[in-house]
């Protein structure tokens, strides 16, 4: 026999309201908007409330800044919301590569919208950011070094022909002007690095961290420099010893799969481009010793690297999943490579929109090859490296990151430039 409900009960299918002393009245699904809406609200503020409309899976909505809108975006479950709350900075990557959130907009636009809101938050903030020293970078041991460069830059060479120049250069270009093509710039940036190292025909050279190879052969071939090259990545190794033969240069370039802190001879420069990054401060004082061992008497040198304008981790998300074991340095943390060892910094030049520049080349050839490098890996890989190009363009815009090339010599050396008229005649 059926029971009638008492009239103090509510229904089965009633919701559930609460009215106990803080809580007002309402069903527990308006309480949980409520606060999600306000810890969303919460994590705006923390980012120093960027002019960005989120919206989340119900329709709710949150904005954040005075001005208009520069960009959506939408969070589509509450697994995510959370996630993203509890670390932004780690979680935003891992949710936007698994399709759980969407940037509704110009990405890069998004992107610079929210660093530049971060940096304000930053330098108006006397309390220095204490989640910053919980992520532990992985550490550039020989045998960590290996695995971490084999992370990035093993995953195949015909993925990077998709959307690097015809020369496979993976750094930063070089725009004398700034409608040049990147294949242009590209030469240019390897002019550039020879005349900023006043190569002359028979200069020995040693090369720490090669890439593909480009910039070996390119001191060989035009500047008539004998050139020896160390990288511990084999897909790039390879390809760099075919290019050799093929260009009839392997006479005068020597690729070596090796770690730099094994460089043995004795060479009259040296040149490290985009590798500075992936060496750790903490290894600072190893690559110095070997500039030092390997430099002959009046030696130059120039190191390339993305870098800082103050020490600080590198972003988490990139960090784990795109370039394990990078720390991008700042100029007072690369004085560790010449101080110690008597060093002699000639000159400082921060090129960090050619970089902007030369990814936003590369964002826009990866796009028109994004089905490609979806039928190689899947739609997560092209969401992850479609938002590293894109943050990386944003880093670089808004003074994140910045592209050091500094150029070094021994000191007391005096054979060296007047003036600085023979960078650019």
């Not at 750790?280 to 390339?304: F, K, S, V, W």
Request: neutral net charge; glycine residues 10%.
């Amino acid at each position: 026999m059926r029971q009638e409900q008492s009239g103090d009960m509510p229904a089965a299918d009633a919701p559930i309201r609460y009215r106990a002393a803080g809580f007002g009245g309402g069903t527990l699904g308006d309480m949980m908007r409520g606060a999600e809406k306000r810890l969303l609200a919460r994590m705006m503020r923390s980012l120093g409330d960027p002019p960005v409309q989120v919206a989340l899976w119900d329709g709710q909505e949150v904005s954040g800044g005075a001005t208009p809108a520069m960009a959506r975006v939408l969070i589509r479950d509450r697994a995510a919301l959370l996630g993203l709350i509890s670390d932004p900075e780690l979680r935003f990557g891992e949710l936007y590569t698994a399709g759980r959130i969407e940037v509704q907009g110009d990405l890069v636009l998004f992107l610079e919208t929210v660093y530049r809101a971060m940096s304000a938050a930053s330098a108006a903030s006397a309390s220095p950011n204490r989640l910053a020293g919980l992520f532990q970078r992985r550490r550039n041991n020989v045998p960590e070094a290996r695995r971490n460069i084999h992370h990035h830059y093993d995953i195949g060479n015909d993925f990077y022909k998709l959307w690097l120049d015809s020369r496979m250069v993976y750094t930063c270009a070089y725009f004398q002007d700034q409608a040049q093509s990147l294949e242009e710039a590209q030469v240019g940036k390897m002019d550039y690095i020879c005349r900023k190292l006043r190569l002359q025909p028979g200069d020995t050279v040693v090369e720490a961290g090669c890439g593909w190879g480009a910039l070996a052969l390119h001191m060989a071939r035009h500047y008539g420099a004998r050139v020896t090259a160390y990288n511990i990545s084999k897909e790039q190794i390879a390809y760099a010893r075919e290019r050799a033969r093929a260009e009839g240069l392997d006479d005068r370039v020597q690729f070596v799969e090796d770690d730099y802190r094994n460089i043995r001879g004795r060479f009259d420069a040296f040149v490290s481009v985009g590798m500075l990054e992936h060496v750790g401060p903490e290894n600072y004082p190893q690559l110095g010793a070997t500039m030092d061992r390997c430099l002959a008497p009046g030696g130059r040198g120039l190191i390339h690297s993305i870098g800082r304008d103050r020490p600080g981790p590198m972003n988490a998300w990139i960090e784990r999943h795109i370039f394990p074991g990078a720390c991008p340095p700042s100029l007072s943390q690369m004085t560790h490579l010449f101080e110690p060892f008597g060093f002699s910094v000639l000159d400082v030049e921060n090129l960090r929109l050619h970089y902007a520049r030369t990814l936003e080349h590369w964002l826009q050839r990866y796009e028109s090859a994004a089905d490609r490098v979806e039928k190689m890996f899947d739609a997560a890989f092209v969401r992850a490296w479609r938002l590293y190009l894109a943050g990386s363009i944003a880093a670089f815009t808004t003074g994140s990151l910045q592209l050091f090339q500094v150029t070094f010599t021994r000191g007391g050396n005096n054979a060296i430039p007047w003036t600085r008229r023979y960078l650019y005649e």
